[in-house]
């Protein structure tokens, strides 16, 4: 492949990260939450499989990726802030903003307003921010998930429901999504699953089925602490 493949092909896979980024979310949307106040997730996650957001080193080749998020509160305001970045020579960068605020208008409900994908290194092959408007509701049956994001050639409305479990008398949570893609011709779902291994280790997987494209595979190890 030549240079100018090469750089082709890794501005368009930025360019379908920055539509996500690692917000406090479900699979591939964010949710209208937000982390805990005071409390950081440092996570480090890896792609297999088919293209997505997350597959810098282009189709079928593992990527890997590191970064963090935490919160604060200023009630009734409570923000989101956080950064994360592809690792690996050759492909790593660019290192990528997300931020959110939410407030909680009534009860078991929520709403909230962000960006991710925003370049602080490497901006000339980044993709444009993804700005989005989020709301959810818990039915205590499931908890429902709606909004709609804004990005160039990339608007898309944004699907997903949830469940928490105990298993092992730790939180196992179950969910799933649906995205467009392909400025909105194209389709993706996933399905997902968290386990709170411990007070302070999250497992979390999940696997993506586009409309046009091979079956990929998330995994992420996430470290919380409150400080």
Known sequence: MTNKTRILTLAALVVVTSVFGTPTGLNNIPTAETIDHRTVA????????????????????????????????FKPLHLEWGLDSALGTGYSGPLLFQTKARIQPWEDGML??????????????????????????????????????????????????????????RNFNLNSDIVQSRNQHGIIASVGAKYFLSKHIVLESWMNFPDKDRTSWIAKINYVFTF
């Open 42 to 73: 440092a996570q480090f996650f890896t792609s297999f499989g088919g293209s997505n957001q997350f597959a810098t080193s282009g189709p079928g080749k593992t990527s890997q990726w590191a970064g963090f998020k935490t919160g604060w509160d």
């Open 112 to 169: 909230a307003i962000g960006v991710a994908g925003v370049a602080l290194t490497d901006t000339r092959r980044a993709g444009d921010p993804f700005t989005y408007a989020m709301m959810y509701h818990d039915f205590h049956v499931v908890r429902f998930h709606a909004g709609y994001g804004l990005q160039t050639r990339g608007d898309s409305y944004l699907f997903g429901v949830d469940r928490t479990w105990k298993l092992f008398d």
